[in-house]
């Protein structure tokens, strides 16, 4: 029996036995034990091809005595290779250079291998040869000599236990669904996706997901135990981040976007534009006055907003939705000029006055002096919310939107003025009587003594 099934613990005798990790309630798991032995002899073929080279380079050094390669090609050498120096991860880019049915030959700069990819992962069409191509390495198909690789953000149509890899892109379907998550399956690879990792928010139904396709990113991988775990979640967090950097670098004020309200609070939504989050105020949503935010919009609603204002440094935006809708205070200045008699309904009582509505989302102001001609210390004196009125428009500011109302003026106009008296015809004065006596302080009778 071999070492490496000994190490493993298959064969043991009882006063040697060592305990197992393969062993389950008294069993041993072949299949672990399987997989072990075959890892281990990959690696020691490894070592041993190791070995080898390093013979080889000591045997070629020997042979050429000291000379060095400049010496025997006349050009400079070429940088030394470290020993068990692994080429760097991450995407690359390299040139399509030859096309063949369905499989794209890449030339990789570097690298005297060649690599292959998908025509399916060109949705736009199979591009040109020469066109370079931002791919990644997926793994090594060993009897065709060629690089596996796929394109950068693309879905992996070939994933396999030897090639699937934590972030790569795959396309899943759901098989079933528990109390957990998702049951998928990846290219014939059986996986789970959380119930966690599905949106990026709260997910409460799963069964409209059944029998969806769904690209996602590979966030847990076991070969040996056969244990695959995918996200969609951070798929969708990785193309928001993505899609947020683009959207700050193209957004102004003055444009009008379609986005997704994401949440709603009594004083305003928060619209999702693509990558950045809006705020759509309550006072920007209507004309109209408006309470609550909640009774307008609700979460999931697809809406178009302008951008209002933009703080880049503090990335918020202001948004806004009743500028996309005729302004009624245009149309209602055009048509009601200072002077003119309307019926409006009280909506809003204040200490120094009332507020009327005169059209939809067009509302004017009648201060406490012009509520009645005598003096009026409360608006509820006179009039209340809900009632219907008659009112004097007395002046109109479009830009501030502001309307001056009266009450006053009306009752002054339609008041009627005090009628004259009639006149009784005056009879004819009679003439004076004839004095007949002296007056007094005159010169006096005779006989009295005169005052001066």
Known sequence: MSDE???????????????????????????????????????????QRSEAEDQIEKELAEALGGMSETDIFGNEPAPARKKDQVQPAGPKVGKVYRIHDRDIFIELPGSRTQGVISSLQFPEGVPEIGTEVQVKIEGFDGPNGVLLLSRVGAVVSNA????????????????????GGLEVEVNSLRGFMPISQIEMFRVNELEPYLNQKLQCMVAEVDPLDQNLVVSRRDLLEKQREEAKEKLWADLKEGQVREGVVRSVQQFGAFVDLGGADGLLHVSEMSWQRVVDATKVFQPGQLV?????????????IALGFKQLEENPWAVFAKDNPPGTVLNGK???????????????????????SELAPTKVRRANDVVKVGQDISVKLLSLDQAAQRISLSIKALAQNESPGPEPEEQVPSKPAKPPKPRTTPLRGGTGAEGVKPLF
């Open 5 to 47: 099934l000994k190490k493993a613990g298959v064969g043991n005798s009882s006063s040697q036995r060592v305990q197992s990790p393969f062993k389950v309630k008294g069993k041993y798991d072949m299949r672990k034990a399987g997989k072990l032995l075959e890892m281990q002899l990959a690696q020691t073929q490894e070592q």
């Open 160 to 179: 396999n236990w030897d090639t699937v890899a934590v972030g790569m892109v795959v396309e899943a379907r759901v098989t079933g669904v528990n109390k």
């Open 304 to 316: 178009k907003v302008i951008v209002l204002r933009i703080d880049h440094e503090n990335r918020k």
């Open 346 to 368: 009280v909506t809003k009582l204040a200490e120094f006055g009332a507020f009327v509505e005169l059209a939809p989302g067009v509302e004017g102001l009648i201060h406490l």
